[in-house]
Structures are given as C-alpha cells and as structure tokens.
C-alpha cells in the first residue's frame, strides 16, 4: 500500500518535471504570439472585423428599407 502510494507520488513527480522542461518553449511562443508585430496586425485584424461589421449593418438596412418600400407598395395597391 505504502509502495503503491509513493509510486503514484513519482508518477505526479514525473508529469511536473516535464511540463517544467516545456516551460521554455511555452514562454518563447508566447513572447512570439506577443510580439508588437502580432499586435498591429491584431490591430488591424479588429479595424477590419469593424468595417466588416459596419458593411453587415448597411446590409441590414438597405434589406429592411427595401422590405418597407414593398410593403408600402403593397398597402397602395390595397388601398386603391
């Protein structure tokens, strides 16, 4: 029991000692991905994710405009 308990205390060791070792390489892909080169296209990627969502609201609009305009031709033709 005592040998089973210790060997699964190792085994928890062992896991901690890897992840350790692949502390480096986590650290060098993050200053990467946190560069102030990723940051300005991050930047740029929100302009652009903006102007996209300003293009979907014209969208939305002109749709709804266009469905009020039918729906008043239709009340015209009714009403005659």
């Not at 990627?45 to 031709?73: I, P």
Request: contains cysteine; proline residues 2%.
């Amino acid at each position: 029991m005592l040998c089973a308990h210790w060997e699964k205390r190792r085994g928890a060791v062992l896991e901690l000692q890897e992840q350790l070792q692949q502390i480096p390489a986590f650290l060098s892909d993050l200053e990467t991905i946190t560069s102030p080169h990723m940051e300005a296209d991050f930047e740029e990627m929100e302009s652009r994710l903006l102007y996209l969502e300003d293009l979907c609201a014209q969208c939305d609009h002109q749709r709804y405009k266009h469905f009020q305009v039918l729906q008043l031709e239709n009340y015209k033709k009714k009403k005659r």
